[in-house]
């Protein structure tokens, strides 16, 4: 049995959409995210957000796949960011060097304004 | 000493059970709770290492958390030490990652969050010794 992530999608009018995830990123949950990011990439989002808030663990796996979204936003030249990660997750994050391509925020409303 | 072993089968989330049992030997000898979240995400890191790379054909790994200092009372940190009996691999922590390659970054996490690490690896296994201090 694993611990399945739970995510929800609040799609915006203009191109930006904000993924809530809740529970612990692997590689089912990383795979989900994406699977999620890609229909909203091909509904015509540019703008992805994903919402940490709600989770408080990650492990490289999942993380990789964060990285293939990155990629995908690059090349479809869109932009992703990160928003509420915990301390811990911050730091890994930029262990992995994904702040030098997807913006990390402290809430919500930062986030906003950088992808608007 | 405060010790615990535990016997991990290599099934999926196990890596949560480990760093679920870390994060209250932490909390039990009072370590701040940024400290063990870091503590916790390097136990995942460890764990998967083990279970996705160590090709061990024992399909289990053995954890041992014990805390260390001088005083018993007033222990200087945490200790971990992870051993699959798998291949092994070249623990060299000088090869260079690219930021974003997409595998490998486990060992790097490791490093990045823990205050001392220490990898042996051999044809027998691999052992990784990490500690964080209070």
New interface residues.
């Given amino acids: ?3 399945s992530l739970k995510l929800t999608v609040d799609e915006k009018d203009d191109g930006l959409a904000i993924i809530h995830t809740d529970g ?1 990123i ?1 590689n089912q949950g990383g795979e989900e995210i994406a699977r999620v990011a890609y229909d909203l990439i091909d509904k015509g989002h540019k703008r992805l957000l994903l919402n940490l808030a709600k989770t ?6 999942g ?2 796949i964060l ?2 979204i ?2 995908k936003m690059l090349e479809i030249e869109g932009k992703l960011a990160f928003c509420s990660l ?4 911050e ?2 994050f930029h ?3 994904l702040a ?2 997807a913006g990390i925020h402290a809430d919500e409303e930062a986030a906003l304004a950088e992808l608007s | 000493m405060q010790q615990i072993t535990l016997t991990l089968p290599m099934i999926p989330d196990m890596e949560l059970t480990a760093s679920k049992t870390a994060g209250a030997m932490g909390e039990h000898i009072g370590m701040s709770r940024d400290k063990i979240d870091e503590v916790q995400m390097a136990v995942v890191e460890a764990c998967i290492n083990a279970f996705e790379h160590s090709g061990a054909r024992e399909r289990e790994v053995q954890m041992k958390l014990s805390v260390f200092g001088s005083d018993e009372a007033n222990p200087e940190g945490l200790q971990i030490l992870i051993r699959d009996s798998g291949v092994g691999f070249d623990p060299d922590p000088t090869q260079k990652l690219q930021p974003m390659q997409k595998r490998g970054h486990g060992l790097r996490i490791i490093h990045g969050l823990m205050d001392e690490v220490h990898i042996e690896s051999d044809g027998k296994g691999t052992t990784v010794l990490m500690k964080k201090l209070r």
């Fill in positions: 049995m694993t611990e612990y692997n408080k663990i990650v492990n490289s796996i993380i990789s990285i293939e990155i990629e915990t301390p811990t997750i730091k890994t262990i992995m060097g030098q391509y």
